[in-house]
């Protein structure tokens, strides 16, 4: 039976000039030579049916076409079953390689490198056009000249290297590409690192793939004729003399006779730069221009969160740090991917909303765009700003022992050490059953079994030698019973729709925040600034699940609507069905749990397939809360 390979083949040697062995058969098919012998025995017979034979001499095998009439019927059929298939994505991916490594090509040089028809061809431009307008680039086509790209070269050289480099290694770089270089690879690696050193720069491995990348890719659009054109005044107060001076003398010696202009220069040190150490605090102590940039920052976040970050010396610091390394990387437009980025839209959610907020500001501001990725990282600095109020968040309990002092003593003692977070207020006789409704704790630990009744907050009884299955029982009690109990009483039932309208994400939010509106819980005012805070930045958390959210400053009180969509809608990068939809007040601490409580909740694939299916609001609650609480 004729199979895509074998029909490749026969393409290949239709349009080969001079007899093609086994071997260049085999590479350019990407099979053994072996299964190439194979392919053209089962051929044989089948193409002397079809007007056709294969003929074959000591210089390898040739086509001979016997009646051609026949044949181009036999190979219009078979086009019409091969073309179009599974490959359609790799078809895509070709056709974007040849765009991006050459200044044009026409259309019959793609069609023969893919083995496809002008028909096929048209087809999967569309795609391709798509896929370019997507990040930034326009496809132009003008005749007897060819196809080309037309961009901002930066963007151009950026999704060069997103696609022409697919693994983390350089060397997974496109032949086409790696034709084109005046350098050896196995001795680049090498002299890059002999440069760095010299001019005292860690020469990571990382570092070096990072650097070899971005000069290919230089190097290939420097060879067709673009040409950066940056108007980056302070770029170059951002990069370390170390780093300009180290991307210059790679740029000499890999660039043989290419002349190579200062813009060049300075784009390639900015790549080296991204990824080298920081500079001295010094440096950044007299950097005003970075002062304005995260003063501007924490400004918006206090005027539009009422959260004061100002005077919070450590986080300055570090925004700034990042900001520094950053700063080259937000012009060019250069990306440092973030493999963090669900956890920290799903665990940190108020210090991603004040990354946002900030970031923002730098958009309209200072022009500054940061991308997502980043975003996330400077979240991660708000997150470690906000864990200092931690110790208003700390599990706050008495200790009920019934045996005597040394023995509560060491009981004490022994939590402290193995639970910090366990704040211990006092430690009680059993003799001395306190009212407890008069006890400001969260929940009661105890050494004897409390009396039935009289005891409204809830107990984990423990031995008192503190096993470590009492440790255990102790850390699920602080991580999942008050969050957990707090997160059910957020849910409303009259905020629970089943059946949300919408072919896209719009569509779905429109539908779902008219819905939120008409039950009378939330004003416009809210449903508006749900829909504002997901056009910033996308909330989906696994591949079927967002949490579309506000954060607003006025006093409300915390609620949690849930939204079934009938069909999934792509949010973002995923396909979404299920929303947990957020009306948060952050200014009550118990709302930190809130998101990463979901998160962890809706971490089971089939349970959250289950709660899709889902009619009614009690239902749905037992589904989502019952494996977690029985762990």
């Known amino acids: 039976m004729l199979n895509e390979k074998m029909f490749q083949l026969i393409q290949l040697l239709k349009r080969g000039h001079s007899p093609l062995t086994s071997g260049m058969l085999a590479q350019q098919l990407k099979l053994s030579a072996r299964t190439c012998k194979r392919y053209i025995?089962?051929?044989?017979?089948?193409?002397?049916?079809?007007?056709?034979?294969?003929?074959?001499?000591?210089?390898?095998?040739?086509l001979e076409?016997?009646?051609?009439?026949?044949?181009?019927?036999?190979?219009?059929?078979?086009?019409?079953?091969?073309?179009?298939?599974?490959?359609?994505?790799?078809?895509?991916?070709?056709?974007?390689?040849?765009?991006?490594?050459?200044?044009?090509?026409?259309?019959?040089?793609?069609?023969?490198?893919?083995?496809?028809?002008?028909?096929?061809?048209?087809?999967?431009?569309?795609?391709?056009?798509?896929?370019?307008?997507?990040?930034?680039?326009?496809?132009?086509?003008?005749?007897?000249?060819?196809?080309?790209?037309?961009?901002?070269?930066?963007?151009?050289?950026?999704?060069?290297?997103?696609?022409?480099?697919?693994?983390?290694?350089?060397?997974?770089?496109?032949?086409?590409l790696l034709a084109r270089m005046p350098f050896a690879l196995s001795r680049s690696v090498s002299?890059?690192?002999?440069?760095?050193?010299?001019?005292?720069?860690?020469?990571?491995?990382?570092?070096?793939?990072?650097?070899?990348?971005?000069?290919?890719?230089?190097l290939c659009r420097i060879q067709g004729g673009a040409q950066l054109r940056l108007s980056l005044p302070s770029l170059s107060e951002t990069l370390q003399p170390a780093v300009q001076r180290a991307a210059s003398a790679i740029l000499d010696l890999f660039c043989g006779p290419l002349v190579i202009n200062d813009e060049e220069r300075l784009y390639f040190a900015s790549i080296i730069g991204n990824r080298t150490p920081l500079p001295p605090d010094e440096a950044l102590a007299?950097?005003?221009?970075?002062?304005?940039?995260?003063?501007?920052?924490?400004?918006?976040?206090?005027?539009?969160?009422?959260?004061?970050?100002?005077?919070?010396?450590?986080?300055?610091?570090?925004?700034?740090?990042?900001?520094?390394?950053?700063?080259?990387?937000?012009?060019?437009?250069?990306?440092?991917?973030?493999?963090?980025?669900?956890?920290i839209k799903s665990q940190?959610?108020?210090?991603?909303?004040?990354?946002?907020?900030?970031?923002?500001?730098?958009?309209?501001k200072h022009h500054l765009a940061i991308n997502d990725d980043d975003i996330g990282y400077i979240a991660l600095h708000f997150a470690a700003a906000l864990e200092k109020d931690r110790a208003a968040m700390l599990c706050r309990t008495v200790i009920v022992c019934g045996s005597g002092i040394g023995t509560s003593e060491l009981i004490r003692l022994r939590l402290s050490r193995k639970i910090p977070q366990l704040v211990i207020q006092d430690v009680l006789a059993s003799y001395e059953l306190p009212d407890f409704s008069a006890i400001d704790v969260d929940f009661i630990i105890t050494t004897v079994p409390l009396p039935a009744g009289n005891n409204p907050l809830p107990s984990i009884l423990i031995s008192p030698m503190v096993t470590s299955e009492d440790i255990h029982k102790i850390e699920f009690m602080i991580h999942n019973y008050s969050s957990l109990q707090y997160l059910r009483s957020l849910f409303r039932e009259e905020l629970f729709f089943?059946?949300?309208?919408g072919k896209t994400k719009a569509e779905a939010l429109d539908f779902l925040t008219a819905s939120m509106v008409e039950t009378g819980l939330i004003s416009e005012a809210f449903a508006t600034a749900i829909k504002e805070r997901e056009a910033m930045s996308s909330t989906e958390i696994t591949e079927t699940v967002a949490i579309p959210h506000c954060f607003l400053s006025v006093p409300i009180d915390t609620m949690l609507a849930v939204g079934i969509l009938k069909e999934p809608v792509m949010w973002g990068r995923s396909r979404v069905q299920l929303l947990f939809i957020g009306i948060i007040n952050p200014a009550v601490k118990k709302n930190k749990c809130v998101f990463p409580m979901i998160y962890r909740l809706i971490q089971d694939p089939e349970k959250v397939q289950?709660?899709?299916?889902?009619?009614?609001?009690?239902?749905?609650?037992?589904?989502?809360?019952?494996s977690i609480e029985t762990e």
Not at 91 to 120: A, C, H, W, Y
Not at 348 to 364: D, P
Not at 498 to 501: F, K, L, R
């Open 65 to 176: 076409i016997i009646d051609a009439a026949r044949f181009e019927a036999f190979l219009q059929e078979k086009t019409k079953v091969f073309e179009f298939s599974e490959n359609n994505g790799e078809l895509q991916f070709g056709i974007l390689k040849s765009l991006l490594v050459n200044p044009t090509i026409s259309q019959s040089e793609m069609i023969d490198q893919l083995f496809i028809s002008r028909s096929t061809l048209n087809k999967l431009m569309v795609e391709v056009k798509k896929t370019l307008k997507e990040n930034g680039i326009l496809l132009a086509n003008r005749p007897y000249y060819g196809y080309y790209i037309v961009g901002d070269e930066v963007d151009i050289r950026n999704f060069m290297v997103k696609t022409l480099f697919v693994t983390a290694s350089f060397l997974s770089a496109e032949p086409e």
């Open 286 to 343: 007299s950097a005003d221009w970075l002062r304005e940039l995260v003063d501007d920052m924490l400004n918006n976040i206090l005027n539009l969160c009422k959260v004061d970050f100002r005077s919070d010396a450590k986080l300055r610091k570090a925004l700034m740090t990042h900001l520094y390394a950053s700063f080259s990387r937000y012009y060019l437009k250069a990306t440092l991917p973030n493999p963090l980025m669900t956890l």
């Open 348 to 364: 940190y959610v108020e210090a991603y909303n004040y990354s946002l907020i900030g970031c923002e500001m730098l958009k309209e």
């Open 191 to 218: 002299q890059i690192c002999q440069i760095l050193k010299a001019e005292g720069i860690p020469p990571e491995e990382d570092l070096v793939h990072y650097c070899l990348k971005y000069l290919m890719v230089s």
């Open 41 to 62: 025995a089962e051929l044989i017979p089948l193409l002397e049916q079809h007007g056709a034979r294969i003929l074959s001499d000591k210089t390898g095998y040739r």
């Open 610 to 626: 289950r709660l899709t299916r889902q009619t009614e609001a009690d239902t749905f609650l037992r589904i989502l809360f019952e």
């Open 498 to 501: 089943p059946a949300v309208e």
